[in-house]
T-cell receptor
Framework: GAVVSQHPSWVICKSGTSVKIECRSL??????MFWYRQFPKQSLMLMAT?????????EQGVEKDKFLINHASLTLSTLTVTSAHPEDSSFYIC?????????????FGPGTRLTVT | GENVEQHPSTLSVQEGDSAVIKCTYS??????FPWYKQELGKGPQLIID?????GEKKDQRIAVTLNKTAKHFSLHITETQPEDSAVYFC????????FGTGTSLTVIP
């Protein structure tokens, strides 16, 4: 149980275009989803937290208009990188959590490697 | 906010030996401490976790200990195998998850 998928697993796009990454919880309802960015050999950097049906909360320094997050259902969240530039190239990872009385667990997707040329 | 420090950053052990990774945290309100294993090119996988009302938890070759007074928790892997080689992250939960900087573990056959 507790499987989170991401699509695509890798994507190459040209500078100036937009890219959408999907994150799905396959066997549980995710009340909260998180989006992280990870640079090579570094830890995870939280970009934003999204709760189903409400606007995402972005971390300081993360551009809301550039990284659009939608959490339309309890099983799907999307991250859209708008007008991508080479510096946006990174490993993007989502995670999903079902916060209940006895559940704090956070389950990660396999990540999406974005390369902007 | 919370500050999580993790040591060592790299660790090499012989197959069969034990490996210990330590993390400290600063916010006494943190109440949940998971450990994740991340293989190259993949997302982190939860391997074990502990809550603040427990001092130790074990799952086969993996164990985690928590010292709330000292604000530190550790991951113990016994009888290490080459497939244990990966990057391990600790985390602490308050209002959000705060991650350590990672430990690259290499198990030498």
């Amino acid at each position: 149980g507790a499987v989170v998928s991401q699509h695509p697993s890798w994507v190459i796009c040209k500078s100036g275009t937009s890219v959408k990454i999907e994150c799905r919880s396959l066997d549980f309802q995710a009340t909260t989803m998180f989006w992280y960015r990870q640079f090579p050999k570094q830890s995870l950097m939280l970009m934003a937290t999204s709760n189903e049906g409400s606007k995402a909360t972005y971390e300081q320094g993360v551009e809301k208009d550039k990284f659009l997050i939608n959490h339309a259902s309890l099983t799907l969240s999307t991250l859209t990188v708008t007008s991508a530039h080479p510096e946006d190239s990174s490993f993007y990872i989502c995670s999903a959590s079902s916060r209940g009385t006895n559940s704090y667990e956070q389950y990660f997707g396999p990540g999406t490697r974005l390369t902007v040329t | 906010g919370e500050n999580v420090e993790q040591h060592p950053s790299t660790l090499s052990v012989q197959e069969g030996d034990s490996a210990v990774i330590k993390c400290t945290y600063s916010d006494s309100a943190s109440n949940y401490f998971p450990w994740y294993k991340q293989e190259l090119g993949k997302g982190p996988q939860l391997i074990i976790d502990i809550r603040s009302n427990v001092g130790e938890k074990k799952d086969q070759r993996i164990a985690v200990t928590l010292n709330k007074t000292a604000k530190h928790f550790s991951l113990h892997i016994t009888e290490t195998q080459p497939e244990d080689s990966a990057v391990y992250f600790c985390a602490a939960l308050t209002n959000q998850f705060y991650f350590g900087t990672g430990t690259s573990l290499t198990v030498i056959p």
